[in-house]
């Protein structure tokens, strides 16, 4: 595989993405970069091998749509339909809101998608997939799976009504957000899933508060959780193992499931185009992002960072960001946006044992509405 | 074509009342239609309820602004809602109440329309005798077959039997029975009277 | 069999005889008693396989249909007046996309001002949304339209929405039959989809359209809905002869053949309207009716047949555009352009008003000594719109006109409608 390997952490197979020390086959050895094809210079078990690795993958997205060069949605979606694909012996059927993946994938008059296919409109792809699931059940077609997509602006926005109806309602749907952080194929505009301080088109890094505001946005995954849906998790496209492995498991449950992936847009972040994958894993690496999965409302697993780095080392690669280095900089914002990935890295326990302490049973605590003021 | 107008209030089964009369009349083999006068669910608000009974098809579907007959189940809705506009000059009425019309200040109504045919029944207390709950629609359904002789009382029991269950079937019957009867003594007390 | 029903009672009997595959609904006056009678049905086992759904919102409701009529199954839902408009987006997505879904609009008044009673506002709005829109007499009617209805949508894959004036029908307790089971599957034949999403052959449905064909697809929707004024006619007859009864169609005219005034109208009113057509007749005068039961498309040729040889053609409508006029009148005169018949406009039975005999014979006599315009609001309080205006114009702050007027007619209603 081209580019930068995967780090994980301990071998992430399909059973299991952030398993901690727990190795898989005969030798009890940690591995931190595992390709698509081999490891420590060996070649993988074939079971330990990607899903894209095999040259008879769904291909759900095929070559020939138009997406910006590197485009972490059209990695992302890939990587994801083609595990679907692969968990459902071939049959998934997908509903997919207006965005970039849609607009990207269909370009009049051709289409890249190789499986069934449904998109309506920017606000109903939840409601969509719920509808072809209901359908589905009608008919007695248990082997036919749902999955419903979009980007952050048609999940966590406008279609957020559609999407916790799908969840309270228990409908047998895979939701999957590509999370670019913004209205990407609008010309970049601030959505609820934009951070704060990152300059959009409707948030310019113009006077005291250049760029989102602070105090704003929505945990898509934490309201997931409160729903306490069978299984909700988040993921990037700089951990393939990771992502497959989670779509993999997410499709061994019915009802809701929720799986929200980090996806950088070269375009809108103003990023380096083959710095995709690495942006992502910085955005991990820092904090910013954590990578976790939650069953029925708890979180059951989190993917430690392996070497924390100071947000500024990802900020930095993004153009986005750009006002908080220029000339004197912003070093104020940056010390409030390294403590937002300090408080993550307590919250959800992301350096590992010692530093979950009484946070990560504080979330757990939130999440099941045990906990007091 | 003969045209009930139900007053009431929301809670005391006034849409019912008119629905059992349609269906009994249905059941006589007559044409008949019965409708609310609409609006949100609200529990003691004024309620209008209307039913039109004929022989021929019922083509019309406008509110009955000149009733044949007019029940008010609840008398505090006297003097405060117009229960009696368009009321025809033989037509009836049939209030539930203890008192007479006259205790009821609505001598003048007398003047306008035939006496014989203006009738207060205690309805909310044969009801409550029979069904143990002051609902007095079945009751005044009772007695308006009797005052009226629109269908048949029998025809009434029918449509009661269909629409309720168990102890409501059988207390909204007698307490129609009972009501029957009330008025049709009355109306014979009152002919031997003007004999 | 007749059965003294409640008309959405009789018509969520109707829907179930067609056997949807997933009912999708949201609670709005006044067709929730048609979603819950389906409700029941499904959970006492009654309607299977079906799929009920309780969803989150209207604009939800035709989400999930559109989702479940693209896989393949048959799909139901229903609403009316804000609830329509809240979907607004979603229908035209159903019609686009060639989704053949049958909804019942329970015609309601469009807020501000909220008003919850019958008006035909909702469905005029969305007469542009690209679905066939059929209009029903009366309860019987409404219940044979739905299931002709399923027969002409999954016949040319479009979507069909069934029009019953809400309360005046829906709530309405009388006579009426609903064919059994049995009857129904002759006529209505398990769903064959144009389209569908299917593993085995997968396809990409909703796909972006340029300038190059958008043109063309567009033009294919409009050729279909001219297809259905061909197919409505024919699915009736078949209708007729199979259940014995005339309903549904693209109008009916009821002694206008040879009337020197025809009053065309929709829905419910025809009702009232052929009552005083009768009296008036008796009389001696040349009056008739038309009932239009199929809005979109619009029959023109059907209806300049219909009414070419009247003088006068009054066009009663429950709604109207506003700064405009008509609605309905504006494409009558289109269908009878040429021809020296005049159309007057009454616009009658907003948000609830009924539309009693009295009204029409006195509007009739207006027309008949040549004094009614072009454009008339039937029971128009003149005077309370006028002391209205005078108080927004006395400047200040006036308040908002449902208040001012509200105030100025008393808000409790002293009269028993």
């Given at each position: 595989m081209s580019g930068a390997p995967d780090d994980q952490v301990?071998?992430?197979?399909?059973?299991?993405?952030?398993?901690?020390?727990t190795p898989r086959g005969a030798a009890d050895l940690r591995f931190y970069q595992t390709g698509t094809f081999a490891v420590g210079g060996r070649l993988l078990e074939q079971s330990e091998?990607?899903?894209?690795?095999?040259?008879?993958?769904?291909?759900?997205?095929?070559?020939?749509?138009?997406?910006?060069?590197?485009?972490g949605e059209a990695l992302g979606a890939r990587y994801a339909l083609d595990a679907a694909l692969h968990a459902a012996g071939g049959r998934v059927i997908a509903a997919n809101a207006t965005g970039c993946l849609e607009v990207f994938s269909t370009p009049y008059p051709e289409?890249?998608?190789?499986?069934p296919w449904i998109h309506s409109l920017f606000a109903n792809a939840p409601a969509v997939a719920t509808g072809v699931a209901a359908a589905l059940r009608a008919k007695g077609r248990t082997d036919v799976r749902v999955v419903g997509q979009g980007g952050d602006g048609g999940t966590v926005d406008i279609g957020f009504a559609c999407l916790s109806g799908m969840f309270e309602r228990g409908d047998d749907v895979l939701y999957i957000c590509y999370d670019n952080?913004?209205?990407?194929?609008?010309?970049v505009q601030r959505s609820a899933a934009t951070p704060p301080a990152a300059r959009t088109a409707t948030t310019?890094?113009?006077?005291?508060?250049?760029g989102n505001d602070f105090?704003?946005?929505?945990?898509a995954p934490l309201i997931a959780m409160a729903h306490e849906i069978p299984y909700v998790a988040t993921a990037t496209v700089a951990e393939l193992h990771d992502l497959e492995a989670k779509v993999t498991r997410a499709m061994d449950f019915h009802g809701p499931r929720y799986i929200h992936v980090l996806v950088p847009c070269p375009l809108g972040w103003g990023?380096?185009?083959?710095?995709t994958v690495l942006i992502a894993r910085l955005a991990k690496e820092s904090g910013l992002f954590p990578v976790f999965e939650a069953v029925d409302g708890r979180i059951t697993a989190v993917s430690r960072i392996r070497r924390q780095v100071p947000v500024e080392q990802y900020l930095r690669r993004q153009k986005r960001f750009a006002h908080l280095f220029?000339?004197?900089?912003r070093p104020d914002v940056l010390e409030r946006l390294q403590a937002h990935a300090e408080r993550n890295i307590a919250r959800f326990g992301l350096l590992g044992e010692a530093d979950r302490a009484g946070e990560i049973e504080l979330l757990d605590a939130l999440a099941t509405g045990e906990a007091g003021p | 074509m003969f045209s009930v107008r139900i007053h009431g209030r929301g809670g005391q089964g006034v849409v019912t009342a008119a629905e059992l009369l349609s269906a009994a009349a249905f059941a006589e083999g007559l044409e008949s239609q019965a409708f609310p006068s609409?609006?949100?669910?609200?529990?003691g608000a004024p309620v209008v309820a209307f039913c039109r009974v004929d022989e021929r098809r019922i083509r019309l579907r406008e509110?009955?602004?000149?009733?044949d007959a007019v029940v008010v189940?609840?008398?505090?809705l006297l003097h405060h809602v117009?229960?009696?506009?368009?009321?025809?000059?033989d037509g009836y009425v049939l209030i539930n109440?203890?008192?007479?019309m006259d205790e009821l200040g609505l001598d003048e109504l007398r003047g306008r329309h035939h006496p014989e045919r203006l009738v207060t029944v205690p309805a909310s207390e044969l009801a409550r005798a029979r069904l143990?709950?002051?609902?007095?629609n079945a009751a005044l359904l009772g007695a308006l077959v009797a005052l009226?002789?629109?269908?048949?009382l029998p025809a009434l029991e029918r449509a009661i039997a269909a629409r309720f269950n168990g102890a409501a079937r059988e207390g909204n019957r007698a307490a129609a029975g009972d009501a029957f009867a009330w008025t049709d003594r009355l109306a014979r007390a009152r002919e031997s009277a003007h004999a | 069999m007749r059965e003294q029903l409640e008309g959405s009672q009789a018509v969520a009997r109707a829907v179930a005889r067609c056997r949807p595959e997933v009912v999708c609904a949201y609670p709005i006056t006044p067709q929730t008693h048609i979603v819950e009678g389906l409700s029941r049905l499904v959970h006492a086992g009654e309607l299977a396989p079906c799929e009920f759904v309780n969803v989150e919102s209207e604009f939800a409701a035709m989400s999930v249909a559109i989702g479940a009529c693209a896989a393949g199954a048959r799909a139901y839902t229903a609403t009316a007046s804000q609830g329509l408009l809240y979907m607004t987006e979603a229908l035209f997505n159903a019609s686009g996309l060639g989704l053949p879904i049958v909804m019942t609009v329970g015609n309601r008044a469009i807020g501000s001002p909220i008003n919850i009673w019958n008006d035909q506002g909702d469905a005029m709005a969305l007469r542009d949304c690209g679905w066939i829109q059929l209009y029903a007499s009366d309860n019987q009617e409404a219940v044979d339209l739905h299931i002709q209805a399923f027969r002409i949508a999954e016949a040319l894959a479009l979507p069909v929405m069934v029009c019953m004036d809400g309360f005046v029908l829906t709530h309405a307790f009388e006579p009426l039959e609903v064919p059994d089971q049995a009857q129904v599957d002759a006529f209505l034949p398990p769903f064959s989809p144009h389209q569908v999403l299917d593993p085995d052959e997968p396809m990409t449905i909703g796909a972006m359209v340029g300038p190059e064909a958008f043109t063309e697809v567009r033009y294919l929707a409009h050729a279909k809905h001219l297809e259905a004024l061909e197919l409505i006619p024919r699915v009736a007859d078949e209708f007729r002869s199979r259940f014995g009864r005339h309903s549904g169609g693209l109008l009916e005219p009821y002694q206008?053949?040879?009337?020197k005034t025809v009053v065309l109208t929709l829905g419910s009113v025809f009702g009232t309207l052929v009552e005083v057509v009768d009296e008036l007749r008796e009389r001696g005068e040349s009056i008739g009716a038309v009932a239009l039961?199929?809005?979109?498309?619009?029959p023109m040729r059907e209806l300049r047949e219909a009414l070419q040889g009247a003088e006068r053609v009054i066009a009663l409508e429950r709604a109207f555009s506003v700064g405009v006029g008509g609605i309905v009148s504006a494409d009558v005169r289109a269908a009878l352009a040429g021809l020296p018949v005049q159309v007057n406009t009454v616009i009658a039975?907003?948000?609830?008003r009924p539309i009693t005999r009295r009204s029409l014979r006195t509007l009739f006599q207006e027309a008949r000594a040549g004094n009614l315009g072009e454009l008339h609001f039937l029971d128009l309080k003149a005077d309370v719109v006028e002391r209205e205006l005078a108080r927004q114009k006395?400047?200040?702050?006036?308040?908002?006109h449902a208040e001012g007027v509200l105030r100025d007619i008393g808000a409790v209603a002293a009269g028993p409608v």
């Amino acid at each position: 595989m081209s580019g930068a390997p995967d780090d994980q952490v301990p071998i992430a197979g399909r059973d299991g993405p952030s398993a901690e020390g727990t190795p898989r086959g005969a030798a009890d050895l940690r591995f931190y970069q595992t390709g698509t094809f081999a490891v420590g210079g060996r070649l993988l078990e074939q079971s330990e091998r990607t899903v894209q690795s095999d040259a008879e993958r769904g291909n759900a997205i095929t070559k020939g749509h138009r997406a910006c060069q590197g485009c972490g949605e059209a990695l992302g979606a890939r990587y994801a339909l083609d595990a679907a694909l692969h968990a459902a012996g071939g049959r998934v059927i997908a509903a997919n809101a207006t965005g970039c993946l849609e607009v990207f994938s269909t370009p009049y008059p051709e289409s890249s998608w190789r499986l069934p296919w449904i998109h309506s409109l920017f606000a109903n792809a939840p409601a969509v997939a719920t509808g072809v699931a209901a359908a589905l059940r009608a008919k007695g077609r248990t082997d036919v799976r749902v999955v419903g997509q979009g980007g952050d602006g048609g999940t966590v926005d406008i279609g957020f009504a559609c999407l916790s109806g799908m969840f309270e309602r228990g409908d047998d749907v895979l939701y999957i957000c590509y999370d670019n952080q913004g209205y990407m194929n609008t010309g970049v505009q601030r959505s609820a899933a934009t951070p704060p301080a990152a300059r959009t088109a409707t948030t310019e890094a113009l006077g005291r508060h250049p760029g989102n505001d602070f105090g704003q946005g929505k945990n898509a995954p934490l309201i997931a959780m409160a729903h306490e849906i069978p299984y909700v998790a988040t993921a990037t496209v700089a951990e393939l193992h990771d992502l497959e492995a989670k779509v993999t498991r997410a499709m061994d449950f019915h009802g809701p499931r929720y799986i929200h992936v980090l996806v950088p847009c070269p375009l809108g972040w103003g990023s380096r185009t083959a710095e995709t994958v690495l942006i992502a894993r910085l955005a991990k690496e820092s904090g910013l992002f954590p990578v976790f999965e939650a069953v029925d409302g708890r979180i059951t697993a989190v993917s430690r960072i392996r070497r924390q780095v100071p947000v500024e080392q990802y900020l930095r690669r993004q153009k986005r960001f750009a006002h908080l280095f220029d000339g004197d900089g912003r070093p104020d914002v940056l010390e409030r946006l390294q403590a937002h990935a300090e408080r993550n890295i307590a919250r959800f326990g992301l350096l590992g044992e010692a530093d979950r302490a009484g946070e990560i049973e504080l979330l757990d605590a939130l999440a099941t509405g045990e906990a007091g003021p | 074509m003969f045209s009930v107008r139900i007053h009431g209030r929301g809670g005391q089964g006034v849409v019912t009342a008119a629905e059992l009369l349609s269906a009994a009349a249905f059941a006589e083999g007559l044409e008949s239609q019965a409708f609310p006068s609409f609006g949100s669910e609200r529990m003691g608000a004024p309620v209008v309820a209307f039913c039109r009974v004929d022989e021929r098809r019922i083509r019309l579907r406008e509110p009955i602004a000149e009733p044949d007959a007019v029940v008010v189940q609840d008398p505090t809705l006297l003097h405060h809602v117009d229960v009696f506009g368009g009321l025809l000059a033989d037509g009836y009425v049939l209030i539930n109440s203890a008192r007479s019309m006259d205790e009821l200040g609505l001598d003048e109504l007398r003047g306008r329309h035939h006496p014989e045919r203006l009738v207060t029944v205690p309805a909310s207390e044969l009801a409550r005798a029979r069904l143990g709950r002051p609902i007095p629609n079945a009751a005044l359904l009772g007695a308006l077959v009797a005052l009226t002789g629109l269908i048949s009382l029998p025809a009434l029991e029918r449509a009661i039997a269909a629409r309720f269950n168990g102890a409501a079937r059988e207390g909204n019957r007698a307490a129609a029975g009972d009501a029957f009867a009330w008025t049709d003594r009355l109306a014979r007390a009152r002919e031997s009277a003007h004999a | 069999m007749r059965e003294q029903l409640e008309g959405s009672q009789a018509v969520a009997r109707a829907v179930a005889r067609c056997r949807p595959e997933v009912v999708c609904a949201y609670p709005i006056t006044p067709q929730t008693h048609i979603v819950e009678g389906l409700s029941r049905l499904v959970h006492a086992g009654e309607l299977a396989p079906c799929e009920f759904v309780n969803v989150e919102s209207e604009f939800a409701a035709m989400s999930v249909a559109i989702g479940a009529c693209a896989a393949g199954a048959r799909a139901y839902t229903a609403t009316a007046s804000q609830g329509l408009l809240y979907m607004t987006e979603a229908l035209f997505n159903a019609s686009g996309l060639g989704l053949p879904i049958v909804m019942t609009v329970g015609n309601r008044a469009i807020g501000s001002p909220i008003n919850i009673w019958n008006d035909q506002g909702d469905a005029m709005a969305l007469r542009d949304c690209g679905w066939i829109q059929l209009y029903a007499s009366d309860n019987q009617e409404a219940v044979d339209l739905h299931i002709q209805a399923f027969r002409i949508a999954e016949a040319l894959a479009l979507p069909v929405m069934v029009c019953m004036d809400g309360f005046v029908l829906t709530h309405a307790f009388e006579p009426l039959e609903v064919p059994d089971q049995a009857q129904v599957d002759a006529f209505l034949p398990p769903f064959s989809p144009h389209q569908v999403l299917d593993p085995d052959e997968p396809m990409t449905i909703g796909a972006m359209v340029g300038p190059e064909a958008f043109t063309e697809v567009r033009y294919l929707a409009h050729a279909k809905h001219l297809e259905a004024l061909e197919l409505i006619p024919r699915v009736a007859d078949e209708f007729r002869s199979r259940f014995g009864r005339h309903s549904g169609g693209l109008l009916e005219p009821y002694q206008s053949a040879d009337a020197k005034t025809v009053v065309l109208t929709l829905g419910s009113v025809f009702g009232t309207l052929v009552e005083v057509v009768d009296e008036l007749r008796e009389r001696g005068e040349s009056i008739g009716a038309v009932a239009l039961k199929c809005f979109r498309p619009f029959p023109m040729r059907e209806l300049r047949e219909a009414l070419q040889g009247a003088e006068r053609v009054i066009a009663l409508e429950r709604a109207f555009s506003v700064g405009v006029g008509g609605i309905v009148s504006a494409d009558v005169r289109a269908a009878l352009a040429g021809l020296p018949v005049q159309v007057n406009t009454v616009i009658a039975g907003l948000g609830g008003r009924p539309i009693t005999r009295r009204s029409l014979r006195t509007l009739f006599q207006e027309a008949r000594a040549g004094n009614l315009g072009e454009l008339h609001f039937l029971d128009l309080k003149a005077d309370v719109v006028e002391r209205e205006l005078a108080r927004q114009k006395g400047g200040g702050r006036s308040g908002p006109h449902a208040e001012g007027v509200l105030r100025d007619i008393g808000a409790v209603a002293a009269g028993p409608v």
